[in-house]
């Protein structure tokens, strides 16, 4: 028997708002809050240069494949990592 399947669009706000309903789900986005500013932070200022994540890992000396996976959050930097990064992007990690 076939089933019709329909598809329904929404905004990344509603889809935020829906998947924040669920139990875990804020705390767990609270919980990386700090690595996600870190990340965030870190793209923004590459593009703000310019830099490709090629361009910025081949200035650094890392594979891009590497680049991508900080970027996306599939991957928990060293502190070298975020030193490499940091410094490539003219920039100084602090922590207050």
């Known amino acids: 028997m076939r089933t019709k399947h329909t598809m329904q669009f929404v905004t990344h706000k509603e889809l935020k708002t829906e998947l924040f309903k669920r139990p875990g789900v804020r705390k767990a986005s609270e919980d990386l809050e700090f690595e996600f500013k870190i990340m965030d932070a870190l793209i923004r ?10 361009g910025l890992a081949e200035k650094i000396g890392v594979a891009q494949s590497a680049l991508a996976r900080f970027e996306s959050g599939r991957t928990n930097p060293t502190l070298s ?7 490539g992007l003219g920039l100084k990690l602090m922590v207050k």
């Open 45 to 54: 200022a590459r593009i703000e240069k310019k830099l490709t994540q090629r």
């Open 81 to 87: 990592f975020l030193k490499k990064v940091t410094v």
